[in-house]
């Protein structure tokens, strides 16, 4: 069974840095292409960054382009998202997925194409 657990999360203030971990064990890590998404209160699901398989592409949502990097370590299991200059609109659950069954080289930036999440972890950012 495929566990994926995010950590990393809390309350920080307007333009400082956080960086959210996910483990993954059940399956081969670099089976999966990985992604994080985020729900603020009272919006859906977005997306924030994947990465492939590989780790050799990388997709960002525009919102955070440029302040999130998401970056993967296939021999430690573990899929990260490292933000900088953190905004009160970031404030969000994050959640990291992981989709099964894609080639090596793709990147996947719709909820529905991934099967497996984590609880997901809370970040707020107070102004």
């Known amino acids: 069974q495929v566990q994926l657990v995010e950590s990393g999360g809390g309350l920080v203030q307007a333009g400082d840095s956080l960086r959210l971990s996910c483990a993954v064990s059940?399956?081969?890590?670099?089976?999966?292409?990985m992604g994080w998404f985020r729900q603020a209160p009272g919006k859906e699901r977005e997306f924030v960054a994947a990465?492939?398989?590989?780790?050799?592409?990388?997709n960002y949502a525009d919102s955070v382009k440029g302040r999130f990097v998401i970056s993967r370590d296939n021999a430690e299991n573990t899929v990260y998202l490292r933000m900088n200059s953190l905004k009160p609109e970031d404030t969000a659950v994050y959640y990291c997925?992981?989709?099964?069954?894609?080639?090596?080289?793709?990147?996947?930036?719709?909820?529905?194409?991934?099967?497996?999440w984590g609880q997901g972890t809370q970040v707020t950012v107070s102004s």
């Open positions: 997925a992981a989709a099964l069954g894609y080639s090596f080289a793709d990147v996947r930036v719709r909820d529905e194409d991934y099967g497996y």
């Open positions: 059940g399956r081969t890590f670099s089976s999966y292409a």
């Open positions: 990465i492939s398989r590989s780790g050799t592409r990388i």
